[in-house]
Antibody, heavy 119, light 106 residues
Framework: EVQLVESGGGLVQPGRSLKLSCAAS????????MAWVRQAPKKGLEWVAT????????YYPDSVKGRFTISRDNAKSSLYLQMNSLKSEDTATYYC????????????WGQGTLVTVSS | DTVLTQSPALAVSPGERVSISCRAS??????MHWYQQKPGQQPKLLIY???NLASGVPARFSGSGSGTDFTLTIDPVEADDTATYFC?????????FGGGTKLELK
């Protein structure tokens, strides 16, 4: 059974940093692109980052490019999201997702971890 | 960015057929996908590449469309289908989601 378990969320002040983690199990982690998708409270979904199987390629929307960094450790079956210079509009539940291919859809999602950016 | 437009809400009775639409501001080929999200839960993939049923999803769900106009159909609707349904495109960068359609049962 595919399982994705996020951790690392919490309350952080604007301008500070936070690192999220996602522990994967139930599949061969190194074979899949992985992604982060976020959802602001009572709002829709927004894709945040994608990383290739080896970690050599990363992709971001303009809203987080230069502030967020996605990475992975295939030996530990773990995905990470380093978030710097956080803003109030980054407040959201962050989901780890298994992506199908480089241009694909999100086949499996974790339960999410809440990040609140507030002073 | 590719904007995906969905109707905000629909209300149907159990046993009926419902169609949820998603219109893209530019063509996305067949790279439109559908997700179901129940309150307090993570999204769940229902349909990928416009018309392919994801693993474990009941055959009551189906998808159609290409280019800019896509439809998710549930037939027949069951009480457990109360949820918000999101479309998502992965043809153009950045990948984007629709605002969601909240399905309520009468």
């Amino acid at each position: 059974e595919v399982q994705l378990v996020e951790s690392g969320g919490g309350l952080v002040q604007p301008g500070r940093s936070l690192k999220l983690s996602c522990a994967a199990s139930g599949f061969t982690f190194s074979n899949y692109y992985m992604a982060w998708v976020r959802q602001a409270p009572k709002k829709g979904l927004e894709w945040v980052a994608t990383i290739s199987t080896s970690g050599s390629r990363t992709y971001y929307p303009d809203s987080v490019k230069g502030r967020f960094t996605i990475s992975r450790d295939n030996a530990k079956s773990s995905l990470y999201l380093q978030m710097n210079s956080l803003k109030s509009e980054d407040t959201a539940t962050y989901y780890c997702a298994r992506q199908t291919g480089s241009g694909g859809w999100f086949a499996y999602w974790g339960q999410g971890t809440l990040v609140t950016v507030s002073s | 960015d590719t904007v995906l437009t969905q109707s905000p809400a629909l209300a149907v009775s159990p046993g009926e057929r419902v169609s949820i639409s998603c219109r893209a501001s530019e063509g996305v080929n067949s790279y439109m996908h559908w997700y179901q999200q129940k309150p307090g839960q993570q999204p769940k993939l229902l349909i990928y590449k416009a018309s392919n049923l994801a693993s474990g999803v009941p055959a009551r769900f189906s998808g159609s469309g290409s280019g800019t106009d896509f439809t998710l159909t549930i037939d027949p609707v069951e009480a457990d289908d109360t949820a918000t349904y999101f479309c998502q495109q992965s043809w153009n960068d950045p990948r984007t989601f629709g605002g969601g359609t909240k399905l309520e049962l009468k």
